[in-house]
């Protein structure tokens, strides 16, 4: 199942809210239409919260169903809100990385997490920890922001259109989930700003296309039923139009 949505009139879904099979974090808003959307639509914990007061919480963590990494901004206060309101078996660690939008250079399922070659090694062993994955240092075909430009869940990933046949082979060997490349939001290639997804649903920017939803649900997996001959063929039919 997916979902179109807006945040203030702002497609950037993924930049907005964090998606994982245990909880749900959206930004904070003026309007509760987009929590009470997610509300709707999802049977788990569903949080509201800012970073350093800021409401862009999917740039700025990472998490899934073991934990939630936040980034040395985050307050105190803002600390004790989540640990308050997230299932008590989640892990949440604040972290002091030098690239603190977290949520820009992770990308992660339940067992793998890709991140920007850069991350410093404490991070990335705080990765490991906190979130039980194993840990590589890998691009997204030319993109280093790999949060930004891709999103995975534990059974596929949705990567930039630029990203190669070559690259997506690899990526697929690296990481074990089957990997697509595709668009958001009428063709953008911010994948990870424009969606979210878990392993049931997935909510993307209001933007996108009927071909784009359809190539995210084959992807990742959320609806049954769709073989892969039918994903080839929408591609195609995406690059095309």
Not at 109 to 119: F, G, K, M, Q
């Amino acid at each position: 199942m997916s979902q179109r949505i807006d945040f203030e009139g702002s497609s950037d879904i993924g930049a907005y809210a964090i998606l994982t099979n245990k909880y749900c974090i959206v930004g904070k808003s003026s309007s509760r239409n987009f929590y009470s959307y997610f509300q709707e639509h999802l049977d788990i914990p569903l949080v509201e919260t800012t970073i350093n007061s800021i409401k862009t919480v999917g740039s700025l963590c990472a998490g899934n169903k073991n934990g939630l990494l936040v980034p040395s901004t985050a307050t105190d206060q803002e600390l004790l809100h989540l640990r308050n309101l997230l299932p008590e078996n989640i892990k949440i660690k604040r972290i002091n990385e030098r690239l603190n939008a977290l949520g820009n250079v992770i990308v992660c399922n339940d067992s793998v997490a890709l991140v920007h070659s850069d991350v410093d090694a404490e991070s990335v062993k705080n990765i490991e920890e906190v979130l039980m994955v194993d840990v590589f240092r890998h691009n997204v075909g030319c993109e280093p922001l790999v949060g930004t430009f891709s999103a995975m869940n534990n059974q596929g990933m949705l990567v930039h259109p630029r990203t190669s046949v070559e690259e997506i082979e690899e990526l697929c060997n690296l990481l074990s989930v089957s990997v697509v490349a595709g668009t958001v939001n009428k063709g953008s290639s911010v994948i990870g700003g424009g969606m979210v997804v878990n392993d049931w649903i997935s909510f993307l920017g209001h933007k996108s296309t009927a071909t784009e939803v359809t190539v995210i649900e084959n992807t990742f997996k959320l609806v049954d039923g769709r073989d892969d001959e039918n994903l080839k063929k929408v591609w195609v039919e995406s690059m095309v139009n």
